[in-house]
Nanobody
Framework: QVQLAESGGGLVQAGDSLRLSCAAS????????MGWYRQAPGKQRELVAS???????NYVDSVKGRFTISRDNAKNTVYLQMDSLKPEDTAVYYC????????WGQGTQVTVSS
């Protein structure tokens, strides 16, 4: 069974940075387009960043220029560097395959205070 383990969240102030990590128990991790999603209270889960290969990445407009997604296929890990954090970035962050998501992990809470 595929397991996704997110970590790196926390409570920070506006303007601070965080780096999230997601370790995936996948045999052919490098084959999949991976993404970071977030779900704020009362809102639907949204895809904020995705990475297809080592350098091909896409971002939702609200995080462009502030978030950077990357991956280390040798470690089966995907990262999300989040800079210039805003209170509206507060959410639980999850990683998963972009298409046909696997069972969701527990996510990691990011709270940004103003």
């Amino acid at each position: 069974q595929v397991q996704l383990a997110e970590s790196g969240g926390g409570l920070v102030q506006a303007g601070d940075s965080l780096r999230l990590s997601c370790a995936a128990s996948l045999r052919v991790f490098s084959r999949y387009a991976m993404g970071w999603y977030r779900q704020a209270p009362g809102k639907q889960r949204e895809l904020v960043a995705s990475i297809i290969s080592g350098t091909t990445a896409n971002y939702v407009d609200s995080v462009k220029g502030r978030f950077t997604i990357s991956r280390d296929n040798a470690k089966n890990t995907v990262y999300l560097q989040m800079d210039s954090l805003k209170p509206e970035d507060t959410a639980v962050y999850y990683c998963n395959r972009v298409t046909n998501p696997f069972p969701w992990g527990q996510g990691t809470q990011v709270t940004v205070s103003s």
